[in-house]
Structures are given as C-alpha cells and as structure tokens.
C-alpha cells in the first residue's frame, strides 16, 4: 500500500512536469474508477468518456495545485464529479421540474434481495432522464443534501426533491421489471 | 416507506461501487489529442532541473569556446578605439618609436626592417636547412624587400625554404633579372609597404615547379618567432633565366635581418586623443554585473509594482559600434492584475470559486530571465557612450503566489502559490536605452533603462506582463590593452 501511494506521488510529479508518460500510466490507474463515476451520471459510454476526458484534462492542468501528502483518489472523484456537473449543466440548459406526488410504487421485496451485474445497473440507471440521474446521484450516492444540490445545479429545493422522487420511481420500476423479466427466462 | 427508501439507496450503492472496466486504448487517444491540442494553445511547457543543467552547461560551452577562440585569434580592441586603415598605420609607425619592438609575434609584422647582413644567396651552398624562419605570412605581406645585389655570404641563419634545392645543387646558375630586383633598403629604415597581390603573387610563384623539374621557393607561411636581436633570413623575390627555356622565373632571395628592428603594425588604433597606441591582444569579451529597480504590471499604469532584479552579463563586443549581450538575472516580479486580465486555465473559477472571477488579483513571482540583446553604440570613443539595445528574452518562472481579491468576503478560496516552473521562450522583446561611463580601460558603469513588452503570456494567469527597469551595470573588459 504504501509502495503504491509512492508509485503514485512518482507519477503526479511526472505528471506536473507535463510528462506524457506520466499522464498515460495515470489514465491506465483511474480509468476504471473514473468511468465508473461517469458512466452513472452520463447517458451511454460514449459521454461517459467525454466526461472523464474532460475530468482527467482539469486533473492534468491542476496537478500542480495538488498537495501531495493528501491521498489522490478524493480528489480525483471530486473533479469527475464537478465535470460530470458542468456536462449537465451544458446538456441541460432547463431542468425539468416535476411536482412532488405520491411515493408510487413499492419496491417488492425480492427485487432488493436480487442479483444483477455492474453493467446492468449502469444501464438501468443511463435510461433515467438526465436531470433525474443527475439528482439521483448526487443525493443518493454521493450523498449530498437536496439543499447543496439546488446550489450546485442551481435549481430550486423543491425541484431537486421532485427530481430525486421521480428518479427513485423510475428506478423502482426499471429494477423491477428487470428481475421480473430475469425470472421469466 | 422509510426503509423501503434506504433499501433502495443500499442496493444501488451496492451495485455501483467501481465496476472493473477494461482499459480502452482508443479513450487514452481521445485524451492525448486533446492534451496536445491544450500544449500548443498554452505554448508554456513545464522543464526540469536537468533542462535547466543541460541550459546551463551549453551556455557555458559557448562561453568557453568563445573565450578561447578569442585567445587563439586574438581580436583587436574594439571597445576604446577606432580602426586605422592600414596607410595610416604606416604613417604612424613612422612617427611612433623607432624602437618599436614585435610586441605580437603571432599577428603584428614589421613595417621596415634594417639590414644588418644581407645574402645573395643566387647560388649559395652555404645556407643550411633546418627548416625554419622567422618570416611569416603577414611578413611578407607588408614588409619592404630588400636589395637583390647586397649579397653577404656569411648568414649563418636557418631557413626551411629554397635551402635544400639550392644545397641539392637544383637551382640552375641563371642570370637575376634586374627587372624585379628591389631597390635596397641600406640600413634605411624607411618602412615600403608591398601590395598585398604581390606578395600573393611572389608566394604563389614560388611554390611552383619550374619545367626542368626544378622545385622553387616553398610558401613561407609555417614560420616560427626567432629570439630579439638574432640575424635571420628574409626573403626576396627576385627571377632568374631559366637557360633551357629562355624564362624568366621567380626565386626567393633570403636576406638576414635583425628581428628586433622590426617595426610593428598590427591594427592599430587611436584614442579620444588621437594619439597612437599600438595595439595588443585586447578582448573582445566583458562580463558585467547587474542591479535593477523593476517596475512591472498588467494593465493601467497604477497596477504597477516595484521590485528588483538582479544578474550576470556576458558581452562580445563585435565591432566599435556594436556588441551582443546575454546573461541570466533573477528578478522578483510584483504587480496587480484584474480578475479579467488573470486567465488561469479554463475552468479554474468554476472548480475553486463556482465560476466567481476576483476583482483583483496581487501577484508575486520568482522568475529568470535570459536577455540576448545587441547593443548600438553610438559613440564608441568617447568616455561618455550612448547606447541603444534591443534584445529578446526568455522567461523561466520559478515560483508564483497570488492572492485574490473577491468583490466581497469569499473565505473558501483566496489564493495559491506554488514553485512548479513553467517557461517562456523568447516571451518578452526588450529595448532600452542609456549611458556607459568608461572608468578606465576595461572597466565602464552604465546606466540604462529598459522596457519590456511582452510577447507570450506567462505564469499560470496566463497574464501579459509588462516591464521597466533602470539597469545599473558594472563591466569589466578581460585582458584590456594597459596603456
């Protein structure tokens, strides 16, 4: 572990020296764990590559901002996350809001206890809508307040929660059709 | 509902934790593109310590071989004097002392010569050859030659040239043309100058075969210095008959002469004063140190800051009126920029400040700066000079601090330093102007001031920077002509 927080260092310090080298094999380490950040807030792989290109792009130009003796992996999440944000945010221009209603349907309780793989989740959650997606990550996963949200998407509270609920519906709905139909098979 | 909620949130967390995804080549390419894209619109490449060292090292080099080609030819002063031509070094060889000795046996030839003994040596067995003289090339360039008919015998002195063919008994015992013969000096030591194509001429002709096979004078360029005072052999171009062919050929007449009344003119010069002075190995290389008030700034005239910079020159002086410049000064640029002026890279106030520019941003940086500038000297001969120099430079940063200014209490983010560097080739175009004060020989005081107007942005703000400093330099001259 603590070899590979040296690797690490290494490499950001070849990476502030504008080392090509340097970069790629920083790429190679946290392409997995970037896109696997992006692929939740993007729509499909395609902008889940532009995302993290553009997150690794901001890593590069402020590496040198970077302290070193603090672990890298927070903030490098940190960025993805910001840039994933901004891709919204161009993407979006108007989020759409929704009204607060009912909490729908309830989740049957095998779903919770069923198996599925990474990359049908990922799909599962790529089919929400982006400004649902985007809420839902960010209050769900990343664990932010529907306050801190409305101020980083600069949207209202209330739409945030609206967004958030309708996310969870649709997920509800999307995880259970798909166990109901994995049971079908 | 609750529950349900948290369950939902569990398993989703769950199931989205870092999947293992295959690393995709085609992705890095995307990335590297546009990495390049981002290098060349930046134009600003961080450098190492050991870019720096190899900077460094070739500097020297340059330096060092600059030194000493400067001491193998050595050059005239062209610093204190002006250039005479050379009928003028004559005439002030005539007027200046007529003990004037070789002071620059590699450079500076006599411009009369007395005859103490004087060999014809038409068809002489006696000289020997060990194959030196005490003539070179410029020798017989600029000397007056010497009597063909004053032969004297007894020259016991050494020459490489025409010897061996006359001990081998080649020369043939043709009739010397008096056409050619020069009038004799007679211990007269009224200098004579030769033209140049003559010399050529003699030299060129005396290093040819002549159709009996007979090998005439060789080229007397490969010649060593004969101590002060001893006899040696000069040499004369004088013809003979050819009697198989009915030609008129050139031969060299060696002559002794003393060295030590060889008159000397070398590229002399004179000073304010127009007085003669023979000249030496004066140096064309001046080191000088620097000492600067800095005034830098982004924009209007009241962002401007003042700081100090401080350095090391190296000059060649190329002619009287010009010479070139370089150097490495280290300067500690203050000033202020307005948030719009300050152009970090793009999505820098997003990340750090939502977007929010400040109004004003106090900059401190650590910088190197490598002038290579020429210098116009106006009026080289004069005590007082006026200078003009124009030059480039280039930027090394050493280290940045910045403070931000935000329209009103921002306490998330107010600033950054750091000591990566970043680097500006040719990123600043330099003109000045001033005096130099020459103390004595070889030591001059200037003061100059100078502007200078950005060509590239630098730092990290990407700003324009602009400048003015008032340079204050002491120059030393290495190895000045001592009066």
Sequence with gaps: MHSEGKQIESILRKCRKNNRGAQKKLYEIYYSYGMSICLRYAENRQDAVEIMNDGFMRVFQYIRKFNLDKPFKPWFRRIMINCAIDHFKKSQKQIETTQLDDAGTLLQENVLEGRISYADMISIVQRLPDAYRTVFNLIAIEGYKHEEVAAILNISIGTSKSNYHRARQKLQEYLTNYFIRDEGR | ?483
């Design chain 2, 1 to 483: 509902m609750k529950e349900d909620k948290k369950g939902l949130e569990n398993f989703l967390n769950l199931h989205l934790q870092e999947g293992e995804i295959p690393f995709e080549e085609a992705d890095w390419n995307a990335m590297e593109q546009k990495l390049n894209e981002f290098d060349s619109l930046a134009g600003v490449k961080g450098y190492s310590w050991k870019d720096y060292l190899l900077l460094g090292a070739g500097a020297l080099l340059i330096f060092l071989a600059g030194w000493f080609a400067n001491d193998f030819y050595p050059g005239a002063d062209v610093e204190n004097r002006e250039m005479l031509t050379n009928e003028q070094m004559l005439q002030d060889s005539k007027v200046s002392d007529p003990e004037n000795k070789v002071s620059d046996p590699d450079h500076e030839v006599s411009a009369s010569i007395r005859v103490d003994s004087e060999a014809d040596i038409k068809s002489n067995s006696n000289v020997t050859s060990s194959g030196e003289t005490s003539i070179s090339k410029n020798d017989v360039v600029n000397k007056p030659i010497a009597d063909a008919g004053n032969a004297d015998p007894s020259g016991t002195g050494e020459t490489g040239f025409i010897a061996e063919d006359i001990q081998d008994g080649n020369v043939p015992s043709g009739q010397v043309s008096p056409r050619t013969a020069v009038p004799a000096a007679d211990n007269n030591p009224a200098p004579q100058a030769v033209k140049n194509e003559t010399a050529r001429k003699t030299q060129k002709n005396s290093n040819a075969d002549d159709k009996s096979g007979n090998r005439l004078a060789e080229d007397p360029i490969t010649t060593q210095q004969r101590p002060a005072g001893e006899n040696q052999f000069i040499l004369n171009p004088i013809e003979y008959l050819n009697p198989q062919y009915s030609a008129v050929l050139p031969i060299f007449e060696i002559r002794t002469t003393e060295i030590s009344n060889i008159d000397v003119i070398g590229p002399k010069r004179i000073n304010e004063d127009g007085e003669s002075v023979p000249e030496a190995n004066q140096g064309r290389w001046s080191a000088g140190l620097t000492i600067a008030p800095d005034l830098n700034g982004v924009g209007p005239v009241s962002n401007y800051k003042l700081a100090w910079e401080t350095g090391v020159s190296a000059y060649y002086s190329l002619a009287p009126h010009w010479r070139v410049s370089t150097g490495i000064f280290y300067a500690k640029k203050a000033y202020l920029a307005s948030g719009a002026d300050y152009t970090p890279p793009e999505g820098y106030w997003d990340y750090n400040t939502n977007g929010m520019i400040p109004d004003e941003v106090d900059a401190l940086c650590g910088i190197l700066d490598i002038p290579v500038n020429i210098t116009y000297i106006w009026n080289p001969d004069s005590k007082f000079r006026i200078l003009t120099s124009t030059g480039i430079s280039s930027y090394i940063v050493l280290n940045e601090a910045y403070d931000y200014y935000f329209p009103y209490a921002y306490q998330d983010y107010n600033g950054w330093s750091t000591d990566e560097n970043s680097t500006a080739f040719f990123g600043m175009l330099n003109a000045g102007a001033g005096v130099e004060w020459r103390v004595r020989d070889g030591l001059f005081l200037s003061a100059e001031p100078y502007f200078k107007i950005p060509l590239k942005e630098i730092g990290f703000g990407n700003v324009s920077l602009n400048g003015a400093a008032l340079f204050f330099t002491i120059r030393k001259q290495f190895n000045p002509k001592q009066k």
